[in-house]
């Protein structure tokens, strides 16, 4: 009978950097019922979601002394609460022999593995799960039962579409694992390690050896470990007689899936990227996004839905799961906090998706002899299949050629052979007896339990490192102990081998050394060796102390502890600062360049930080990566303000700049473009790496970026608040790019127009004595663009200026010149308005007209010593350089158009002042012609009026100027979270 999967959402408490920023709640739940709120909107009714079950653990627990977060409140959920409905209900149905399915959603951070693992006394689903089935087995022994139970463990990962065996990483090779599908059976991964476990202590170890191989894995290979899948699958057969006196054997597979996270590199700012498909790393959860809507589909009756499950490893391994044989359970993560709206919403979305599926589940049980008598057939039927090459008649369409018949036809034989070889094995394990598989597991973990067992006693009193990772789970998986003497660190490439080894980005044979010289312990980087300490860069023997934290290459982080050290700390009730991943990376940037102090920030601040925290490792790897590579290229990271992009306020963005080191091309992305440009650098690393073939063209190349790419060169603010009086206004304005320095000069002229539309002149006469004389009347006028003077030599092919006014969907675009970097455009569009409303008035008076100057970089010529120049040599000529780029330009913006707005009014009252002069010179001298002693007053009033009006209304311009000013936060604009230091 079909069930649906049942879905279930959990909302964790705000973690330290949001109560930081004074996050805002977004999530309530009520019953089954979830609701979450726009923070940009917050007057609007939430949106409500309905689910089997909704988890409230934000708040309202309680820290008993052993660590565990106990209900302090009936609406808390604690972890026994969420193992009672969830974890108990997949027991069961393995008991019953039904296949069960346990997959966690949600994007990084939001407590996917808190559910499914968790830490400390907060066990777990898993651990939790693993401990009541061994419990349910002894109970049923004690009971006098007496079936045979066997419980086997798997582990694998799957990353950038690269399927690992965490539990046997030797087997690991080129391109991962094959996944084949078994007519019967359904998706597998051929040669996946199944260890024989008898107890729950086992499974431990193995998860742990599991984890601690994935941790070395993605260090080594530069991967992003939230970017990865792990499914750790438990394997539960009951063996015994039934009531005719068959041998029966009763399977269940048991998997818990941990998802990656489901934020998307490419989800806004790497739209228009030739390559924001190509990373094979996101193409897992955006198909299984595309599983689940066919699915949901199906079953509301939507015929002829196909689901797409061979799109990925993902898919195929979760089709089971997903719509075959198995009760499958999904925990969405939710984050509370209002900056992950976007991201939470959609995790919603897809949970409210995933409820709609259905699956049908049997029992998993069959005669044993009846299994391999299958087994049998089964290889007999392949063995006829490989005698004829593999092919039957029709399988091959009308019109394949030869060629193409003898590939598919090794690629049949193959999958042939293979089946065939896993049907055999899967023989021979049947006939040999669980004590057997039991004993040779043990056997052969002996050695490698007994060797972890002696490191742990051995950490305890000596000083050692201990890995930092983004991922919580695999931190304080990896360590390396420093006992007396020297100990040389570097990668696996040195003769004779390293004591420590380490491998990847940037690692060179022989890094550094570090010294234990009875409990002083001194490291020593080797000459171009990357080595920072607690930040800084080092290039001279420095001691360490406990709790350091010390960066190798670009992506070995490790903390430094010291027993004897933190014994006295103790001793002398020093409470030591809790080292995080977060906290280390903080302190690169910090010696970056950038301000990372929280004190007196806003909430924007904040946020910049944490992009910041996240971008700086990803820039140092990618440099890495285009030194090892030789690929010539530069990042750094860019700070733009809201000013820099037109906007009166927000936030500051932080963009991603790669700079050409041979033709000093360079090219600004935003970070979600670069982001999703660095997974597929790290693709490309790791074909490098593995020796298969990694250069790519250049429309595929991750580091390459066309040179005749439209580039913004700088911009001008044009303020208009002199419009609202009629007055005109021409400057010669600096053209500032987004770093501040100055591009060249626009000439910019803004003029008022006649109702039909010409130019105004003098004798028009369209000053207008208070903005509200405009409203509901017609205005236009004209902007005018006469040239550009001064550009810089690198941008003459192409360059063309680009503005939108007011509620303008579309740009205004120039003509395109090339060929000179004094471009002459005589640029002019006109604007009109009818009626005039309040609205358009305070845009004028407020808000600048952004101009911008776009074009294509000029090919220069390179030297031949900087061509001649590896990557590792060019970079070494930028290292020097701050890798910082902050915006401090646009804090005299807004003085600059205060002064240009009082130059307008006061040309324009020199000439009432001159034409009320010559009123005057003419009254009088009409006067004296009439021998006359005396003028009418009236005549002198009407010749006074005119100028005196419009001198006040011309003063009301600066004022309004002085206003503007002061909305715009004293007249700065450099965010106080990207200060140089």
Known sequence: MAENVKVA??????????????????????GKSTTIKDPSVPEIEPKKFTFDFSYWSHDGFVERDDGYLAAASAKYADQVQVFDDLGRAVLANAWKGYNCSLFAYGQTGSGKS??????????????????????????????????????????????????RDLLNPKSNKKGGLKVREHPKKGFYVEQLVNVPVKDYGEIEKRIEEGTRNRTVAATNMNATSSRAHTNVAITFSQKGKNEAGQDMTKTSSINLVDLAGS??????????????????????????????????????????????????????????ALGGNSKTVMIAALSPADINYEETLSTLRFADRAKAIKTVAVVNESPTEKLIRELREENKKLQQLLARGGLVQGEVSVGTTEEEKEQIRKQLEEELAQQLSENQREMEEMKRTWEDKLRDA????KDQDSEENKSKDLRDRTPHFWNLNEDPQLTHMV???????????????????????????????EHATVSNQSGSILLQPAKDARVLLNGEGVVSEVPLHHNDRIMFGSSHLYVFHHPKELAAAQKAGIKLKKISYDMAQEEIAHNSGFDMQTDGKSKEDILLMEDLVALVPMVNEANAMSEELNRKVFFEIALVSPQARGLKEGRTEVKVKMRHLETDHYWLWS?????????????????????????????????YEDPETDMLIGSVHVYLASLTYMIELEEYLVINDYKANEQGHMEVKVVPCTPDGHEATDDDDLFVDDPEDLLDQRMSFAVKIPCLRGLPPKFTN?????????????????????GTVNPDFNHVRTFSYEPVTQGLLDHLAYQPLVIEVWGQQTTASTSKMRKNMTTTELIGTERSKSATVVNAGFKNEDEKYRLMCELATVKRRSERLETKMKAVEQIVQSAKERSSNTVDVSELDKALHSATQRFKAAAKVIVMTETAKRKSEDGTIKSAACSVM
Request: with cysteine.
């Open 114 to 163: 808190y559910s499914i693992v968790g830490y400390g006394t907060n066990k777990g689903i898993v651990p939790m799960a693993c401990e009541e089935l061994f419990r349910g087995i002894e109970d049923k022994k004690a009971g006098g039962d007496s079936h045979e139970f066997q419980v086997s463990l798997s582990m694998l990962e799957i990353y950038n579409e690269q399927v």
């Open 798 to 818: 192409n360059v063309y200026c680009k503005y939108k006014f007011y509620l303008d969907k579309e740009p205004v675009v120039s003509q395109k010149i090339s």
């Open 671 to 703: 970070r979600n473009k670069f982001v999703n440009r660095k997974f597929l650098m790290q693709e490309m690393y790791q074909n490098y790496v593995e020796g298969e073939t990694w250069d790519l063209p250049e429309d595929k190349d991750p580091f």
């Open 479 to 509: 360590f390396h102990t420093i006992d007396q003497g020297t100990h040389r660190i570097g990668n696996n490439k040195a003769d004779p081998p390293n004591e420590v080894i380490l491998n990847g980005l940037s690692i060179l044979p």
């Open 9 to 30: 959402v959990r909302v964790r408490p705000f973690n330290s950097r949001e109560k930081q920023r004074n996050a805002t709640l977004i999530i309530d739940m009520q």
């Open 442 to 445: 043990q056997k052969s973990y």
């Open 263 to 320: 934020e998307r590199a490419d989800s806004t700012g790497a739209t228009g990227d030739r390559l924001k498909e190509g990373s094979a790393i996101n193409q897992s959860l955006s198909s299984l996004g595309n599983v689940i809507k066919a699915l949901a589909d199906q079953s509301s009756g939507k015929k002829a839905v196909m689901v797409p499950y061979r799109d990925s490893q993902l898919t195929r391994l979760l089709k089971n």
